[in-house]
């Protein structure tokens, strides 16, 4: 069975940071590509960042660009968000996500329905 737990979500000051992690269970998880999404109230679920299953090729949304950096362990079967310079509207729930390897991943790293598996997501919460 797969399972996806995100852990590091919490509390921030606007101009702090936090590190977000993904574990994954009953993958394997070098064949994946992972991505963060995040839902903050009365919105919809948004592309935030993905990595490659090598972890050579990474992708930003543009409101979080150069603040936000997405890594992963594959010995640890792990995915990082680490997050910098959090402003009030990075407030949400953020969810990981796996997608099969797929040569086209490019062209849809950003959508919802191209990750096969979902965590619970974690709150994350900017406030002063």
């Known amino acids: 069975q797969v399972r996806l737990v995100e852990s590091g979500g919490g509390l921030v000051q606007p101009g702090g940071s936090l590190r977000l992690s993904c574990e994954a269970s009953?993958?394997?998880?070098?064949?994946?590509?992972m991505g963060w999404f995040r839902q903050a109230p009365g919105t919809e679920r948004v592309f935030v960042a993905a990595?490659?299953?090598?972890?050579?090729?990474?992708y930003y949304a543009p409101s979080v660009k150069g603040r936000f950096t997405i890594s992963r362990e594959n010995a640890k079967n792990t995915v990082y968000l680490q997050m910098d310079s959090l402003k009030w509207e990075d407030s949400a729930v953020y969810y990981c996500?796996?997608?099969?390897?797929?040569?086209?991943?490019?062209?849809?790293?950003?959508?919802?329905?191209?990750?096969?598996?979902w965590g619970q997501g974690t709150q994350v919460a900017v406030s002063s």
């Open positions: 996500a796996a997608a099969p390897n797929r040569i086209d991943y490019s062209g849809y790293y950003y959508q919802q329905g191209g990750y096969d598996h």
């Open positions: 990595i490659r299953s090598s972890g050579g090729t990474t």
């Open positions: 009953g993958v394997t998880f070098n064949r994946y590509n």
